[in-house]
């Protein structure tokens, strides 16, 4: 059997290109399925005597939101497949985005090879990034949400809102601008810390086995994050 993989080193908006990338793929050979697999390991680097050190005692101004003190450990998968009956789709809609010009993360190759994150670029930048979200998400409502599901845009159409899992104080930020109800979002930052890609899927999964997301119900997702081309 031949497989095609392909790693993307994204961060914590990995999903959005990973599932376009998917896509592609399957409009190109319909016949197949494609297993995304999203992954986080940070506990090496609080781990090892090593590189502790690094993240105890450097004086880098970008020292707020470390691994270990918000980021975790995580995986999470879901296999897709290209379904041509539009009223069993799955995904109606992904768009993603780079603004080059922000910088959430630096690399430190000579610190062990490490990230660190520009915390004060994230809580200035966060609402505002899904504010962008959401009224895009309001223009492209008729285009791609509306000739599947035969319903205008309200907050009562969406059953779930999965935001990225920065932060939870910022999440509530962003939830109390936009006006959706906070019981429609659900948080796992605040129990399972950060796990980057890996904590939106967990949130429909535990959603999933719950009972609180059912086939043809509308969930939305928001990311943002740093990475390679994120």
Not at 180 to 208: C, F, K, Q, W, Y
Not at 215 to 222: C, H, K, Q, S
């Amino acid at each position: 059997t031949d497989v095609h993989a392909l790693y993307l080193d994204l961060g914590c908006a990995a999903l959005g290109p990973a599932l376009r990338e998917i896509q592609a793929n399957l409009l190109l050979e319909p016949d197949t399925h494609a297993l995304l697999i999203c992954s986080q390991c940070v506990s090496p680097f609080v781990k090892e005597e090593n590189y502790l050190p690094y993240y105890l005692t450097h004086t880098d101004p970008f020292a707020w939101l470390q691994a270990g003190a918000v980021f975790s450990d995580g995986g999470a998968a879901v296999v897709c497949k290209l379904v041509e009956d539009q009223e069993k789709r799955g995904i109606l809609r992904t768009w993603t985005g780079c603004d080059p010009k922000g910088v959430i993360a630096t690399y430190k190759p000579d610190w062990c090879g490490f990230y660190l994150m520009n915390g004060s670029f994230v809580r200035k930048n966060f609402v505002p990034t899904m504010t962008t979200l959401f009224n895009r998400l309001k223009d492209e409502w008729n285009q791609y949400v509306f000739p599947v599901t035969k319903r205008s845009f309200s907050m009562n159409q969406v059953k779930r809102w999965y935001f990225h899992q920065a932060n939870g104080v910022l999440i509530k930020e962003a939830v109390t601008t936009l006006g959706i109800p906070m019981e429609r979002v659900p948080l796992i930052v605040t129990t399972e810390g950060n796990s980057s890609a890996v904590s939106t899927l967990r949130l429909l999964d535990l959603d999933r086995k719950n009972g609180l997301v059912e086939p043809g119900d509308l969930v939305v997702f928001f990311w943002t994050g740093a990475g390679n081309g994120a």
